[in-house]
């Protein structure tokens, strides 16, 4: 069965910082990009994120460039995203997704996590 479990989330003042945990099973990362999308409250998902699988490139939206990093432990076959002087706007909750492809190209996300809370206070 293919899972993704998130974790790390939290409650962190501006200018904090958190790790996100993507833990996944029933597959390998060797083969799927996987990406990070955050939902802001009454908001629709955007994507943060992504690495692939191939060679490792990764995507990353213009407001975070700079703050987050995300990487890939394919021995524990978990990704991580680390963000670094987090904002009131980064609030959300944050899901991983896996590309239906090993690179981070498309939008075909065929398996999700349940999400995790990130709430910065000003």
């Known amino acids: 069965e293919v899972q993704l479990v998130e974790s790390g989330g939290g409650l962190v003042q501006a200018g904090g910082s958190l790790r996100l945990s993507c833990a996944a099973s029933?597959?390998?990362?060797?083969?799927?990009?996987i990406g990070w999308f955050r939902q802001p409250p009454g908001q629709d998902r955007e994507k943060v994120s992504c690495i692939s699988s191939t060679y490792g490139t990764t995507y990353f939206l213009d407001s975070v460039k700079g703050r987050f990093t995300i990487s890939s432990n394919n021995a524990k076959n978990t990704v991580y995203l680390q963000m670094n002087s987090l904002k009131p706007e980064d609030t959300g909750i944050y899901f991983c997704?896996?590309?239906?492809?090993?690179?981070?190209?498309?939008?075909?996300?065929?398996?999700w996590g349940q999400g995790t809370q990130v709430t910065v206070s000003s």
């Open positions: 029933g597959f390998t990362l060797d083969d799927y990009a």
């Open positions: 997704g896996r590309l239906n492809t090993g690179w981070c190209v498309g939008s075909d996300f065929n398996a």
